[in-house]
C-alpha cells in the first residue's frame, strides 16, 4: 500500500483518537485498550513499509499518549498481566478463529477414524496404542474396575508427571507447526485418533463400560483435548505466516506469527496444569457419577466461556470501533454475554457444591470458586447493564 494510500484510509481514525484522548476524565480504560490495539497495528505496519516517514513519527506519539494514558497511576506489569487474559489473548483467538476451528474439526474426524478403524479391526487399538498399556487396561476390565489406573499412584506424583508431559507435547505441537503447519495437524490428527481408538476400547466391551469411561476420561479430557487442539492453532498460525504474507515481508509476517502463536501456547499453560491437577486429584473420584458430571459440565463452561464466547465478544468490539469510528465507542452488548456465563458458573457451582457436601464428600468445597466466578460474573453484567441503560438516549 502507497503512503499516501496508508494516510488517507486512517487519517480520519487518528485525528478522532486525539479528540477523543483531549476529553479528560471519560476515557474508559477497556475502550482505550481496544484502541491501543488497533493503532499499535498501524504503527506496525508504517515502520516496516515507512520506516523514515512523518507518519511513523506521528503515530510513534500519538502511540506514547495513549499508552501513558491507559497505564498511568498503575504498575504496567501488573496491568500487562491483566490485559494479557482480558483482552491480548482472547483478541489472538478471535483473529486466529479459523485455524482454531480447523484445528477442531481434524481431530473429530481424527477421533471418527480412530473409532470406526477399531470397530472394523479387532488389531488396530494395539498398533495405534501401547500393547502392554491395552493388556493391562483389559486386566482391569475384566476385574471390574476398568479405569483403576487413575487411583494407583500417589496424586503429587501422577500431577507433575501429567502437567510436563502435557507441557512437552504442547511446546512440540507448536514448534512443528513451522513446517507450514502440517507437522501441528498431523500431531492433532495422530492424537486424535488414539483418542478415538481408546475410547472405543472400553466400549466394545459394554456399552455400561463405555458410559463409565466417558464420565472418567472427559472429566479431565475436556480441558485437556482443548488445550491440544488450540496449540495446533498455534503451530498453524506460525506455520501460516509463512505462507501467507500479506502486505508484510516474510520475516515481518513470521515474526508475527510466532508472536500470535506465542500468545495462544502462554495462554494454554494455566490450563494444563489444571488438566493435570483434575486429572491427579479428581479423576479417582470417578465412582463418584455426580463429580465427574460435575466437573465435566464446569469444565465445558470454563471452555466455552472463556475460548468461545469472551474472544466473540472482545473481537466483536474492537470490530465494532473499526467499522463505526472512535467517537462512537463500542456499542456491543458485553453484559449479556457475561451474565450467561455467570449464571452457568453459578448454578453449576451450587449444585455440585451442596450436594457433593451433603453427601459427606469433602470435594465439594472445590466448588465454591464456581459459585463466586458466577456471582462476580453476574455482577459485572448487572453493573453494565445498569451503565448501558443510563447511558442511552431519552
Known amino acids: 500500500m502507497k503512503e499516501t494510500i496508508f494516510i488517507k484510509k486512517y487519517k480520519d481514525k487518528w485525528k478522532d483518537l486525539e479528540t477523543y484522548l483531549q476529553k479528560k476524565?471519560?476515557?474508559?480504560?477497556?475502550?482505550?485498550?481496544?484502541?491501543?490495539?488497533?493503532?499499535?497495528?498501524?504503527?506496525?505496519?508504517?515502520?516496516t513499509h515507512y520506516p523514515d516517514s512523518k507518519v511513523t513519527i506521528y503515530l510513534n506519539q500519538l502511540s506514547s499518549k495513549l499508552h501513558i494514558e491507559i497505564y498511568k497511576n498503575k504498575k504496567e506489569k501488573n496491568r500487562r498481566f491483566i490485559t494479557f487474559w482480558t483482552d491480548e489473548l482472547p483478541l489472538t483467538l478471535y483473529r486466529q478463529r479459523k485455524l482454531v476451528l480447523i484445528s477442531f474439526i481434524g481431530f473429530l474426524i481424527a477421533f471418527s477414524i480412530g473409532w470406526i478403524s477399531s470397530s472394523n479391526d479387532d488389531g488396530f487399538v494395539k498398533l495405534i496404542l501401547s500393547p502392554g498399556y491395552v493388556d493391562a487396561t483389559e486386566d482391569r476390565m475384566d476385574k471390574g474396575d476398568p479405569l483403576g489406573i487413575y487411583g494407583e499412584d500417589n496424586m503429587v506424583n501422577t500431577f507433575l508427571y501429567i502437567t510436563m508431559n502435557n507441557i512437552k507435547v504442547s511446546i512440540l505441537t507448536f514448534v512443528v507447526g513451522i513446517f507450514v503447519g502440517i507437522g501441528s495437524l498431523y500431531v492433532i490428527v495422530k492424537n486424535g485418533i488414539m483418542v478415538g481408538a481408546f475410547q472405543y476400547m472400553f466400549f466394545a466391551r459394554s456399552t455400561e463400560t463405555g458410559l463409565v469411561s466417558l464420565s472418567?476420561?472427559?472429566?479431565?479430557g475436556t480441558i485437556e483435548m482443548t488445550e491440544m487442539i488450540f496449540s495446533g492453532a498455534a503451530g498453524m498460525a506460525l506455520g501460516a505466516s509463512f505462507l501467507f504474507t500479506g502486505t508484510y515481508t516474510r520475516a515481518e509476517s513470521i515474526k508475527r506469527g510466532a508472536l500470535e502463536g506465542l500468545k495462544i501456547l502462554f495462554g494454554m499453560m494455566p490450563f494444563i496444569v489444571l488438566a493435570g491437577f483434575i486429572e491427579s486429584c479428581l479423576t479417582r473420584y470417578h465412582a463418584?457419577?455426580?463429580?465427574?458430571?460435575?466437573?465435566?459440565?464446569l469444565s465445558l463452561a470454563l471452555v466455552i466461556s472463556y475460548f468461545v464466547l469472551y474472544p466473540l465478544m472482545v473481537g466483536r468490539r474492537t470490530?465494532?470501533?473499526?467499522?463505526?469510528?472512535?467517537?462512537y465507542g463500542y456499542q456491543f452488548p458485553e453484559y449479556k454475554i457475561?451474565?450467561?456465563?455467570?449464571?452457568?458458573?453459578?448454578?453449576?457451582?451450587?449444585?455440585?457444591?451442596?450436594?457433593?457436601?451433603?453427601?459427606?464428600?469433602?470435594?465439594?468445597?472445590?466448588?465454591?470458586?464456581?459459585?463466586?466466578?458466577g456471582a462476580f460474573k453476574i455482577f459485572q453484567g448487572i453493573t453494565e447493564r445498569k451503565k448501558s441503560l443510563k447511558n442511552q438516549p431519552a
Open 288 to 297: 463418584n457419577l455426580l463429580v465427574s458430571c460435575t466437573v465435566i459440565f
Open 25 to 47: 476524565g471519560t476515557q474508559d480504560p477497556d475502550y482505550l485498550s481496544s484502541l491501543y490495539i488497533q493503532l499499535t497495528d498501524d504503527l506496525s505496519y508504517a515502520k
Open 338 to 373: 457475561k451474565l450467561v456465563i455467570g449464571l452457568l458458573w453459578l448454578v453449576g457451582g451450587l449444585v455440585a457444591t451442596f450436594i457433593t457436601l451433603r453427601m459427606g464428600d469433602r470435594i465439594g468445597i472445590i466448588f465454591t470458586g464456581a459459585v463466586l466466578t
Open 319 to 327: 470490530k465494532t470501533i473499526s467499522m463505526e469510528g472512535f467517537q
Open 216 to 220: 472418567t476420561i472427559w472429566m479431565h
